[in-house]
């Protein structure tokens, strides 16, 4: 048997180094996009504070979080929206996580009559406390919104469809109004579609992952 020859690199550790250089590339290449995704100059522009108070005070918004948090993020949407679907999980985590962000939803159903019977029902579920929970199942279903999905729905939050159905009807001249208000809300930040998302006095439009919701809350508080 051939005697080891003395300092000879065995053929792990000869792979080892063959793939560390790569590896090591990678890494950094990985870090390098991460960096650049936070430091990317953020797609905002500032719009009127006053009339971001007053789209928060009018009364037609909902609101859900914290009373006293310190941020407050007004967000436009459709539940037919896919880039509206595709960034509430999204915004969810960072506001979870924040735990000082209060979110007012402004419905803004633009994609045709299913996107408006979805926006009344999740409003007439107020009626039964069950805003918060009936928004976000509507957020995240991804069956075509029909009547029977919306029912599904409801009901699987713990809601009662019949009373919902008389609430459509009692409050329907009042629902209509509120989704006009919100129209024009948005008509007059010029926003031109959703989603759209406002925080203190800078407007996104458009889709954002989780890092993006926190720079855009970072940038609220920063003034």
């Not at 048997?1 to 000879?8: R, V």
């Not at 995704?37 to 009339?51: D, E, H, I, K, Y």
């Not at 919100?182 to 989780?210: F, K, Q």
Request: aromatic share 4%.
């Amino acid at each position: 048997m051939t005697p080891a020859i003395a300092g000879a690199k065995r053929p792990g550790m000869r792979k080892m180094q063959r793939w560390a250089g790569p590896l090591a590339a990678v890494a950094l290449g990985a870090l390098a996009s991460l960096a650049l995704g936070w430091f990317r100059p953020l797609p905002v522009r500032a719009v009127s504070p006053g009339l971001v108070a007053q789209v928060v005070r009018d009364g037609t918004a909902t609101a859900i979080g914290p009373t006293d948090a310190d941020v407050t993020l007004i967000v436009f949407s459709d539940y037919q929206c896919g880039p509206c679907r595709r960034s509430h999980p999204a915004m969810m985590r960072a506001v979870d996580k924040d735990k000082r962000v209060r979110v007012v939803t402004r419905e803004l159903p633009i994609f045709g009559p299913r996107s408006i019977a979805a926006a009344r029902v999740a409003l007439a579920a107020g009626e039964q406390g069950l805003y918060g929970p009936v928004h976000d199942a509507l957020m995240r279903e991804p069956r075509p919104l029909s009547e029977a999905v919306l029912r599904d729905v409801v009901t699987g939050q713990g809601g009662d469809w019949d009373r919902l159905q008389r609430d459509l009807v009692r409050l329907g001249p009042a629902l209509d109004a509120k989704l006009a208000t919100n129209a024009a809300r948005a008509h007059a930040l010029a926003i031109p579609g959703t989603p759209a998302y406002v925080a203190g006095r800078w407007l996104s439009v458009g889709m954002l992952d989780e890092r993006g919701f926190r720079r855009l809350i970072a940038k609220a508080r920063a003034g």
